[in-house]
């Protein structure tokens, strides 16, 4: 199995800009997680979802977040517009309904 | 308020020692605990795990003791090793195989030759 996918790796973009990160789950995995790495506050959840339906988005920073997850084998977050503060490295991870959840190799976002 | 704590940032141990990384938490709601490893520019990767009503797990070098009623859980490696060298992350779950993680900010350690 390929494991979870993230694109990008990395993204560059200006204050302003509209980011699209995007997930890939494990074939199989019915959960999805949305997490969001910062110095300041470590791994922190933003978002999950169970079938398809987002079940917590508590964590999600404000209304310039927004995730969505069409199909059980795509999800994406987005943030419009981009601010410099969002700039952390954002994980995507998924579970077939076990504890363990199995991370991607995450996307390193740089908002100047 | 963090319900994770992870209260050493860093650790550092010789090869062929052993290495205990330490983990409190404050909600005791919490049923299943796991920890993670975390390669630079990799994602977290799950390590081992231990369910509330056991106090001892063991994976072969890894083992992970939950103290209830001190809220405190605590990986050992025996013997460490260079390449355990990394990021360990401490997470806690409630609300079922279904629910979220709650993770500590992490230790990093080292192991030296």
């Known amino acids: ?112 | 308020d963090q319900q994770v704590k992870q209260n050493s940032p860093s650790l550092s141990v010789q090869e062929g020692r052993i290495s205990i990384l330490n983990c409190d938490y404050t909600n005791s709601m919490f049923d299943y605990f796991l920890w993670y490893k975390k390669y630079p520019a990799e994602g977290p990767t799950f390590l081992i795990s231990i369910s509330s009503i056991k106090d001892k797990n063991e994976d072969g070098r890894f083992t992970v003791f939950l103290n209830k009623s001190a809220k405190h859980l605590s990986l050992h490696i025996v013997p460490s090793q260079p390449g355990d060298s990394a990021v360990y992350f401490c997470a806690a779950n409630y609300g079922g195989s279904q629910g979220n993680l709650i993770f500590g900010k992490g230790t990093k350690l080292s192991v030296k030759p």
């Open chain 1, 1 to 112: 199995d390929a494991g979870v996918i993230q694109s990008p790796r990395h993204e560059v973009t200006e204050m302003g800009q509209e980011v699209t990160l995007r997930c890939k789950p494990i074939s199989g995995h019915n959960s999805l997680f949305w997490y969001r790495q910062t110095m300041m506050r470590g791994l922190e959840l933003l978002i999950y979802f169970n079938n398809n339906v987002p079940i917590d988005d508590s964590g999600m920073p404000e209304d310039r977040f927004s995730a969505k997850m069409p199909n059980a084998s795509f999800s994406t977050l987005k943030i419009q517009p981009s601010e410099p503060r969002d700039s952390a490295v954002y994980f995507c991870a998924s579970t077939p309904g076990r504890y363990e959840q199995y991370f991607g190799p995450g996307t390193r976002l740089t908002v100047t």
